[in-house]
């Protein structure tokens, strides 16, 4: 596929001195809070762009074809008519990023869209999605599977195991066999944020994700007991190294929170990368000879 990413060589001289000073995290989150936010017609059109960017999710025990039907039509048309019509955006074809489900669901998903004549991506979680506790064998053929039922997104898990006792190469080795197995699919890498111990273990995971070719990286999922915080996204925020890899490799980094913080990151995030980004290029140009 032209345009993918070629990743980098493990380098663990990257993440072998991470230090996080999480008080000042903690303040600097708090501070973000207080931000001036957009209101009025630009609140309206942050919020469109924010219903684009969702995966409209289902990934219940007891999904059937018929409630997987009902999200696809919710996805195509996430807005009511009156609302768009009232903001002139009636004709724009506002419709969600993807629709995401099991992998056992990917079939009814890609052909309800296709029935409605709905180019909505289908994106399905695996690699023992939630918990991560499978053989790496049956993650793999999970993401084979998913692939050949229709899935054009795939959504993995990290083993946090890997991440809790310092095995860094074997998460490296394990994040690019999964995406040698994604073939021509996209494929997001789910960091479990909530379970991996320390936010310098957020930092250090969400660097070998992105030096093992993972296209989008993702925060942790509502399975876990400790949610994703205000503090964890100040550290992925703050990555000095995002940048860099953002230039070399072409990484799209969105975040999938709860849709109420949304447009508080989307808003957050361009300000910090174009305000950092300068330097950062200068600060890590040695680093890409």
């Known amino acids: 596929m032209a345009g993918r990413n070629p990743g980098t060589e493990l380098e ?80 724009k074809g506002i419709t969600v990023g993807a629709v995401c489900v099991y992998p056992a669901r990917v079939s009814d998903a890609v052909n309800t869209l296709k029935a409605a004549g709905c180019n909505i991506p289908v994106a399905s979680v695996a690699a023992g999605f939630p918990s991560g ?35 860094w190469e074997g998460l490296y080795e394990e994040i690019r066999l999964c995406r040698a197995a994604c073939g021509e699919a996209h494929m997001k890498t789910i960091l479990a944020t909530g379970e991996l111990g320390s936010l310098a273990n957020v930092y250090k995971a969400s660097m070998i994700a992105m030096m093992a070719v993972q296209s989008i990286r993702r925060k942790a999922s509502e399975w876990e007991e400790a949610h994703s915080s205000d503090c964890v996204g100040e550290i ?54």
């Open 236 to 289: 992925l925020e703050r990555m000095e190294d995002i940048p860099f890899f953002d230039i070399i490799l072409g990484n799209f980094i969105p975040w999938k929170m709860f849709l109420i913080w949304l447009c508080c990151w989307i808003f957050f995030f361009p300000q910090f990368l174009f305000r950092n980004c300068s330097y950062k290029i200068q600060h890590l140009s040695d680093k890409t000879i």
């Open 12 to 91: 663990l001289g990257w993440i072998s001195k991470v230090y996080v000073n999480r008080p000042a995290v903690v303040r600097h989150a708090e501070q973000i809070k207080k931000w001036k936010t957009v209101k009025g017609n630009w609140q309206a059109a942050w919020l469109l762009k924010a219903v684009t960017c969702i995966d409209l999710t289902t990934l219940s025990g007891d999904d059937t074809p018929s409630n997987v039907q009902r999200l696809c039509f919710k996805a195509k048309h996430p807005i009511r008519e009156d609302l768009l019509k009232a903001l002139d955006m009636h004709d």
């Open 133 to 167: 506790q499978t053989p790496l064998e049956t993650k793999l053929a999970e993401i084979r599977l998913a692939v050949e039922y229709g899935a054009r997104e795939i959504d993995i898990v990290i083993s946090r195991s890997l991440v809790l006792t310092g095995q």
